[in-house]
């Protein structure tokens, strides 16, 4: 087997570019077929699947590294994205008994390095992304083989702690729901009020009233009618709204609370 | 001036005892005469206020670290507390421009060691908690001159970028109303719906309709009613409520939406 020398150089020189000690994990959900999806990438150490994540350049804040991983993992630049929880149990880092150190080595034509920047003690920062899967085209980077949406309820056994990072990140989705405007960037630009009330209730889980989330959100001023209507049939042509863009950016930043 | 040996001790071998490159700030909040407080203590290194902090040993976990130092820091063991952000800018650990050299040497009796794990690149894990005011012991530690509680509306300019974790922390004070029981630390075991209500509008920095809040608390079975009333005159007798301690428990870890 050829030595993949790019992840060599990772492993030993890494530290000259990336920050020590701190990794970001990101849970990046989607819709697909009124269902909500993650996006997982097989990890070649630990041959499992887990989420994707990436190091801090040592120019980077914690956001714009979050953003730069998001951006490359998905194609996408234009995610909701926040984050939620940092991560740093004593001993959560690359263990070694976690290493299939002969699959490693048959994958990357060297050995497992020990003792590198990549192998110490480390935290990581959680970042949740509300993406439009669609319009995605996951790529894997030099440590996946491959890189996947799964639905919610199929997501098989995860590497690392990244079972607990996707549970926390999926509980603050459904608080952040109350306090941010989550859903423009997972819908057209037109939308009827039964389409975002589909929406919530499934990032939410919950069953809602027809006019709970909608007319809440039409309240704040966030979503505003337009003057087209869908024409689905002789006499349903339910009016089109859409997201307010001022309001929205106003709500990105200062949140909201939808009560 | 004689020299400080625990401070120095802590520069040239905390690196020992200590986790490197992470810190813990909190934002302990507290209630006195109706009014929002949190406790600040006087850094002697930069001179300047700044929120309670200190670093997490090797060999605990984060919370661990925030519930040692909120507890060192207040004298109280039962507070409600919650990790909200991480704080990561490239240069916002202990800059040169930001020490008082000359003011450092005479407090200390020693000149600000340079390079070492104290002042390299480091993140700050910021963890928000609220107390019981009355009953906290507030004390200093080896890098502090004084710690007391401020009245919200009264801080003074905070150093390092303890303006922007605070402004964070408070900011998600706010929405966790919504989805944790964080009054119970901050009531007597018995109170009237109006003691709650007062409290809630403190904490959201809102007027409540009178029911708004402890009916959604009552509806979600978190408080309810005891058999004795509060005796404050002839024909006025409001009951007393208290926590469900089970259905408590259950909420802080699990969450709830008050909507």
Redesign the interface.
């Known amino acids: 087997m050829e030595k993949n020398k790019s992840l060599e150089a990772f492993f030993t020189e890494g530290y000259k570019r990336f920050?020590?000690?701190?990794s970001i994990d990101c849970a990046i959900f989607g819709f697909h077929k009124e269902k909500l999806h993650v996006l997982l990438s097989k990890n070649i150490i630990i041959t499992r699947w887990a989420l994707p994540g990436g190091f801090?350049l040592?120019?980077?804040?914690?956001e714009q590294a979050a953003k730069r991983i998001t951006t490359e993992r998905t194609g996408m630049d234009e995610l909701f994205f926040r984050?939620f929880?940092?991560?740093?149990?004593?001993n959560r880092n690359i263990q070694k008994d976690l290493f299939d150190y002969n699959k490693f080595a048959e994958i990357a034509g060297f050995d497992v390095p020990q003792n590198t920047w990549m192998t110490q003690?480390s935290?990581s920062?959680g970042y949740y992304a509300v993406s439009n899967l669609s319009e995605s085209q996951p790529q894997i980077d030099i440590f996946n083989s491959e890189c996947k949406w799964f639905p919610i309820d199929e997501i098989p056994s995860l590497g690392f702690d990244h079972e607990e990072i996707l549970s926390e990140a999926l509980?603050t989705l459904?608080?952040h729901l109350?306090?941010y405007p989550i859903g423009q960037t997972l819908l057209p630009d037109k939308f009827t009020l039964k389409e975002i009330k589909n929406l919530y209730e499934i990032l939410s889980g919950k069953h809602l009233h027809a006019s709970n989330f909608p007319n809440k959100l039409i309240g704040l001023g966030l979503i505003e009618k337009t003057e087209e209507k869908r024409n689905i049939g002789a006499h349903r042509a339910p009016t089109f709204y859409k997201f307010n863009q001022e309001v929205y950016e106003q709500m990105l930043k200062e949140?909201f609370?939808?009560?």
Do not use: A, C, M, S
């Open positions: 920050r020590d000690g701190i801090v040592k120019e980077e804040n914690l984050q929880k940092t991560f740093g149990e004593p003690q935290i920062i509980h459904k608080i109350y306090h949140g609370v939808l009560v």
